[in-house]
């Protein structure tokens, strides 16, 4: 199927920045959705923005003016730029991507998530 890989976590000051990356790798696919959820201690993990295969984006309206999603269909991967980190930012972050992979003349849905990366917020 597809692998997702992210990159980029860290501790950082609260007002500070950082870039998350994934790639995604695996056989012939094409992804439609890619997109960063994150998960606090003891809650639920949450949507924090997605970004369709044209460009469209929708973000949770807490990091609204803050956080930025952007991907690079040629060589599969998403980015998230992180600006402005308050400590309530302060999770696991995860990357999610959807589309089809292609084995022979038949395609196959698939649902990636990567193995997470900490983000943590010192105030």
């Known amino acids: 199927q597809v692998q997702l890989v992210e990159s980029g976590g860290g501790l950082v000051q609260a007002g500070g920045s950082l870039r998350l990356s994934c790639a995604a790798s695996?056989?012939?696919?094409?992804?439609?959705?890619m997109g960063w959820y994150r998960q606090a201690p003891g809650k639920q993990r949450e949507l924090v923005a997605t970004?369709?295969?044209?460009?469209?984006?929708n973000s949770a309206d807490s990091v609204k003016g803050r956080f930025t999603i952007a991907r690079d269909n040629a060589n599969n991967r998403v980015y998230l730029q992180m600006n402005s980190l308050k400590p309530e930012d302060t999770a696991v972050y995860y990357c999610?991507?959807?589309?089809?992979?292609?084995?022979?003349?038949?395609?196959?849905?698939?649902?990636?998530w990567g193995q997470g990366t900490q983000v943590t917020v010192s105030s």
């Open positions: 695996g056989r012939t696919f094409t992804i439609n959705r």
């Open positions: 999610n991507a959807g589309g089809a992979y292609y084995t022979g003349i038949a395609a196959y849905p698939f649902d990636s």
């Open positions: 970004i369709s295969r044209s460009g469209s984006t």
